[in-house]
């Protein structure tokens, strides 16, 4: 009789980022995890939804920075496919606006890259069971949120507002936006301007001051 104990199975993981030697680091890293396999990479949101579909691994580590339609639409389509997947935001971007806005879309778990590195291997762990990992930083910044949520003039904002609010923020403009979305030009026209009423904003100056202060870009 065969007494050997079956060996626990690999917890596969997608890693979407678009810079190699940030990619590198991580895989290194995974990969001298004995539970846990890197099956794919991508360098941006429209590789990682094709990539996933063909691998469905139980994790994506995925950036928010990224070119085209970035980090929160490709966590949002990922979603759409799959309401199961299993998403850890690893972003440079240290804001709890962006900690919130994640989690809504469906993230299970967000770490920064500032201090994130020597969590990853827990924070994979506990994200491919689906319980929720947030670095310990953030949860009095969270408590403070549920409990006093108007001070965030970005709460008025949809998901999708938030996402071309980010855009707009960044540079971006409406056709550019549009084809990032894959909407209309029409459409994301709509919803610029219903950004800038519910945020009794002027001009594209003030909306990036509020995106600073916000910490939803750098300056």
Do not use: W
């Not at 998403?87 to 201090?115: C, I, N, P, W």
């Not at 949520?149 to 056709?175: N, W, Y």
């Not at 549009?178 to 009423?197: F, N, Q, W």
């Amino acid at each position: 009789m065969n007494n050997k104990a079956t060996p626990p199975k690999s917890i596969t993981v997608m890693l979407v980022d678009d810079h190699p030697v940030v990619r590198d680091g991580y895989r290194h890293l995974l990969e001298n995890t004995p539970d846990i396999r890197v099956v794919a990479e991508a360098n941006d949101g429209e590789e990682a939804c094709a990539l996933y579909a063909q691998y469905t691994p139980d994790v994506v580590v995925l950036d928010l920075s990224m070119p085209g339609i970035g980090g929160l639409e490709t966590l949002r389509r990922i979603k759409a496919k799959d309401p199961a997947v299993n998403m850890l935001v690893f972003s440079m971007h240290d804001s709890e606006t962006l900690v919130l806005r994640s989690l809504e879309a469906g993230a299970t778990g967000y770490l920064t890259k500032q201090g994130g590195v020597a969590q990853m291997v827990e924070a994979v762990r506990l994200v491919a069971q689906g319980k929720l990992f947030v670095d310990s930083k953030y949860v009095p910044d969270l408590m403070h949120h549920r409990l006093f949520s108007t001070e965030d003039p970005l709460q008025a904002l949809s998901t999708r507002e938030f996402q071309i609010f980010q855009l707009l923020a960044e540079g971006h403009s409406v056709s550019d936006i549009a084809v990032m979305l894959s909407i209309s030009p029409k459409t994301v026209g709509v919803h610029h301007a219903h950004i800038m009423r519910k945020l009794r904003l002027q001009n594209a100056a003030q909306l990036v001051r509020l995106a600073i202060r916000c910490n939803v870009v750098k300056p």
